[in-house]
T-cell receptor, first 117, second 113 residues
Framework: GAVVSQHPSWVICKSGTSVKIECRSL??????MFWYRQFPKQSLMLMAT?????????EQGVEKDKFLINHASLTLSTLTVTSAHPEDSSFYIC?????????????FGEGSRLTVL | SQKIEQNSEALNIQEGKTATLTCNYT??????LQWYRQDPGRGPVFLLL?????KEKRKERLKVTFDTTLKQSLFHITASQPADSATYLC????????????FGPGTRLSVLP
């Protein structure tokens, strides 16, 4: 099946620094990718939809200036957490749809665990 | 308001029995519904997709039903095994385009040997 790779798997940073997380579709092209955040024992919360060649679409309540999304190519989307604070510590996961609309599934990356000290 | 509920936060069953997980939704009209498995610290893995015009879908020991009148999906694992222990998430298609899905809170299934 299709593979989505996410990097880094985990990152620890100091408060106030910025962290970049990459999401790559390894064997298929993805014009759309999705970014989620998941707190312990909670479900995935969609943060934004990343669109290749255009601006990302953010969910209500998600600060677009804090969570910068860039979809530079058909296989790469990046999420940058700017000026990170301890409350941004979470598990961030990306996904990409494979196949046409309604024909297949979302392939997920392995997730990136961010800890902000 | 829109809501997705999964029957219980945790479910324990004995090995060999059938596990039944429930997904109920309010104020959605999804054209597609999916079920995913998530292991701790990992990304979700797709299991099954069912369309609004399908009543039932099967894949090996898995079976999914979709009742758009009741606004409910049932997910069954027959002959359950300890390796089936994981969190199971249902996901609804938000825009009827089959790509943008919103997830339920999940049910943590434990299959006891």
């Amino acid at each position: 099946g299709a593979v989505v790779s996410q990097h880094p798997s985990w990152v620890i940073c100091k408060s106030g620094t910025s962290v970049k997380i990459e999401c790559r579709s390894l064997d298929f092209q993805a014009t759309t990718m999705f970014w989620y955040r998941q707190f312990p024992k909670q479900s995935l919360m969609l943060m934004a939809t990343s669109n290749e060649g255009s601006k990302a679409t953010y969910e209500q309540g998600v600060e677009k200036d804090k969570f910068l999304i860039n979809h530079a190519s058909l296989t790469l989307s990046t999420l940058t957490v700017t000026s990170a604070h301890p409350e941004d510590s979470s598990f961030y996961i990306c996904s990409a749809p494979w196949g046409g609309p309604g024909t297949g599934e979302l392939f997920f990356g392995e997730g990136s665990r961010l800890t902000v000290l | 308001s829109q809501k997705i509920e999964q029957n219980s936060e945790a479910l324990n069953i004995q090995e060999g029995k059938t596990a039944t997980l429930t997904c109920n939704y309010t104020n959605y009209s999804p054209a597609y519904l999916q079920w995913y498995r998530q292991d701790p610290g990992r990304g979700p893995v797709f299991l099954l997709l069912i369309r609004e015009n399908e009543k039932e879908k099967r894949k090996e020991r898995l079976k999914v039903t979709f009742d758009t009148t009741l606004k409910q999906s049932l997910f069954h694992i027959t002959a359950s095994q300890p390796a089936d222990s994981a969190t199971y998430l249902c996901a609804l298609d938000r825009d009827n385009y089959g790509q943008n899905f919103v997830f339920g809170p999940g049910t943590r299934l434990s299959v006891l040997p």
